[in-house]
């Protein structure tokens, strides 16, 4: 079954600086990857998605992420934070030939911007 | 991008009562619907999936008569929990995905406590 790694539980960086949250996947299958924000309270929001093509992703808010099929990762990051990014970060994926492509969530990073 | 309200975003009830939660893919055909419960501070668990017109499919440990879904068209699915106890309290998420899409939206989520 496939399963999703988010090592990092939390994260604290200072407003300015780059950030990278770390994501893995089991399954050597081709899949479908993505990464969400949730802010308190909230549902979930797509911050950017590889289906297929170029293995570099743009996403919104200044993200971005590299899919990397040899090291199963899809790692997220960001040149510069604001202290507005400070929220839950999920990656999930998907397997792209399965019968229902459900999608399998990490347990999330908490990403703390400090000023 | 597609956009799926769910209803209530907060419900307060009776410990023993039985409340609905509704999910509505508002401009495309949810021909899957997903449900998950996501506890404080943790990731979202997959609690079954859906297709219109069929029983849903429940993860293993998700209780089907506790938790009985409903995706009787493909803008409307919905959750009940019966005989809501406590430890039922948590935040339920719903997502939708249209045909054989890659990407599923999600609900704003309902904040569910029982008292």
């Known amino acids: 079954a496939q399963s999703v790694t988010q090592l990092d539980s939390q994260v604290p960086v200072f407003e300015e600086a780059p950030v990278e949250l770390r994501c893995n996947y089991s399954s050597s299958v081709s899949v479908y990857l993505f990464w969400y924000v949730q802010y308190p309270n909230q549902g979930l929001q797509l911050l950017l998605k590889?289906?297929?093509?170029?293995?570099l992703v743009k996403g919104i808010n200044g993200f971005e992420a590299e899919f990397n099929k040899s090291q199963t990762s899809f790692h997220l990051r960001k040149p510069s934070v604001h202290i507005s990014d400070t929220a839950e970060y999920f990656c999930a994926v998907s397997d792209r030939d399965g019968a229902t492509n459900k999608l399998i969530f990490g347990t999330g990073t908490l990403l703390a911007v400090q000023p | 991008g597609a956009v799926v309200s769910q209803h209530p975003s907060r419900v307060i009830c009776k410990s023993g009562t039985s409340v609905k939660i509704e999910c509505r893919s508002l401009d495309f055909q949810a021909t899957t619907m997903f449900w998950y419960r996501q506890f404080p501070k943790q990731s979202l668990m997959l609690m079954a999936t859906?297709?219109?017109?069929?029983?849903?499919?429940?993860e293993q440990g998700v209780e089907k008569d506790k938790f009985l879904i409903n995706h009787a068209s493909l803008t409307l699915s919905t959750l009940t929990v019966t005989s809501a106890h406590p430890e039922d309290s948590s935040f339920y998420i719903c997502s939708a995905r249209e045909g054989g899409e890659a990407e599923a939206f999600f609900g704003q989520g309902t904040r569910l406590t029982v008292v």
């Open positions: 590889y289906l297929s093509g170029s293995t």
């Open positions: 859906s297709n219109e017109g069929s029983k849903a499919t429940y």
